[in-house]
């Protein structure tokens, strides 16, 4: 029962084995990838908030503790996603 619990959320079907001491008889290449592919547009997208913002304050006309507020809420969603997720997890 806790085994299929903990693959309930597999989308790509990964045909290795599990062996006795917890590590796989495979590398899940796709699984893998994705992780790969995230970190660098993760920050990606943290540089761009800087230039962003510069931008919006601008276009905005946003003080400085407007745009503050921005980049503190852009960070802090990180934060407050990953404490959500690991507490439903």
Same mark, same amino acid.
């Given at each position: 029962?806790e085994?299929? /619990?903990?693959?309930?959320?597999? *989308?790509? /079907? *990964?045909?290795?084995?599990e062996?006795?001491?917890? %590590? =796989?008889n /495979?590398?899940?290449? =796709?699984?893998?990838?994705? =992780? !790969?592919?995230?970190f660098?547009?993760?920050?990606a997208?943290a540089s ?6 510069? &931008?919006? /304050?601008?276009? #905005?006309?946003? !003080?400085?503790?407007?745009?503050? %507020? =921005? &980049?503190?809420?852009?960070? #802090?969603?990180? *934060? ?5 997720c #690991?507490? #439903?997890?």
């Amino acid at each position: 029962m806790e085994q299929n /619990k903990s693959h309930r959320f597999e *989308f790509v /079907k *990964f045909r290795g084995r599990e062996l006795d001491n917890g %590590y =796989v008889n /495979k590398t899940p290449i =796709v699984q893998f990838v994705l =992780v !790969s592919l995230l970190f660098p547009m993760w920050g990606a997208a943290a540089s761009l908030n800087d230039i962003l913002i510069t &931008q919006f /304050k601008t276009i #905005f006309n946003l !003080s400085n503790f407007a745009s503050a %507020y =921005v &980049q503190s809420a852009f960070f #802090f969603r990180i *934060f407050y996603y990953g404490h959500t997720c #690991f507490i #439903f997890n």
